[in-house]
């Protein structure tokens, strides 16, 4: 499927384009910087330690269980979930020292496979909602084997067989973050299918995600990009689900530091879709 001729044919005319309210510019005071900006990283870093602690802890008791005694099946079920959650905030401290380095202008390009970057994401996605659809994809050595794996949970993975063995260069943690960020909120309002496009065009990657739920309301259009702000459940239609309110704002920002254009295309009852479009860089 050609989704370069697909977006390079609507000119992105059905799309809005989000830009931040400072044209770019990010207002300073609105965050902590310096020896301030340095405590709170500091803080941030020091909880991966005890979280790779208590998520080797638990993974022991589960599996080691000849050398630390048998567990019920019950308490296996609530050790799962614990680790599942561990799992969640070892992800949130990630996603926070990597705005870090954003607020400080931190990029940090590299050449890797779109292969690898999808099926990480769509991992650690899966990892903490369906463990055997991660456990699955990680089992995958070709496309064809990841989009049977994606449709059976109601994700359709669109991308050419030669892009997907393709190296590009980017920025992997804050690309990974953006297209986890988009991928967790289009599960969670979706009614029942979720879209992931890729292409490219000479310098550019882009992402198209999409899902079939209830839709934003035209006039929320650039609230969902503030921090904190939240939709209330009856303006999305049937679905309650909320977040900590960070996502949306943090992918606008990574976009940014990216070089990028965040578009959104949504409304009431026609499913919401976002489009990353992404500069491709040369590898030094």
Known sequence: MNIARDIKESSYDSLTL???????????????????????????????????VIEAGLMALMNKQEKYGPITERQEKVFARALRNTKVLKTLVNDALELGKSREGGVNFSKFKLSNLLEQALEEIFDLTDISASEEIKQCTKLAQVGAVLENK???????ENLWCEEICQDHAKLKQILRNLLSNALKYRKNIVELKVDRTEDTIVFSVKDDGEGIPSAFHKKIFECYFQMDPD?????????????????????????????????????????VKLPLKTYP
């Open 18 to 52: 989000q830009e931040s309210t400072d044209n770019g510019q990010r207002n300073k005071g609105d965050s902590p910087s310096g020896r301030g900006r340095i405590k709170i990283d500091f803080l941030i870093h020091d909880l991966k330690v005890p979280l790779a």
């Open 154 to 160: 109601g994700v359709l993975l669109f991308v050419d």
């Open 235 to 275: 303006d999305r239609g049937s679905c309650s689900v909320r977040g900590h309110g960070l996502g949306l704002a943090g992918v606008m920002v990574l976009v940014e530091d990216l070089g990028g254009k965040l578009f959104l295309d949504s409304d009431v009852g026609l499913g919401t879709r976002f489009l």
